[in-house]
């Protein structure tokens, strides 16, 4: 069993900045692709930032520039700087991470982002 515990989240002010952390635990079994989404009122959840196992990195379009995706593979902890932030940023972030040995996914309980405008 994995736990993924985040922290980071809060309320920030538009063009304001928030780092996100998330640090996993467990029955981890090395190094893992992780990443973050995000799910806003009335929406689905999305994808904002993956990070593999070595280091490559994908973004969402609406983040991209905004937003880095790093990590700690020491500390198995993986981190989101957002930069510039948006009202529509606002939403619930998950952290997740892809165990391939044994082969399961993931999921934290969420930190809540609030962007005013």
């Known amino acids: 069993q994995v736990h993924l515990v985040e922290s980071g989240g809060g309320l920030v002010q538009a063009g304001g900045s928030l780092r996100l952390s998330c640090s996993a635990s467990g029955s981890i079994f090395g190094i893992n692709a992780m990443g973050w989404y995000r799910r806003a009122p009335g929406k689905q959840r999305e994808l904002v930032a993956t990070i593999s196992s070595g280091g490559s990195t994908n973004y969402a379009d609406s983040v991209k520039g905004r937003f880095t995706i790093s990590r700690d593979n020491g500390k198995n902890t993986v981190y989101l700087q957002m930069n510039s932030l948006k009202p529509e940023d606002t939403a619930v972030y998950y952290c997740?991470?892809?165990?391939?040995?044994?082969?399961?996914?993931?999921w934290g309980q969420g930190t809540q982002v609030t962007v005013s405008s």
């Open positions: 997740q991470l892809s165990r391939t040995f044994p082969v399961y996914t993931y």
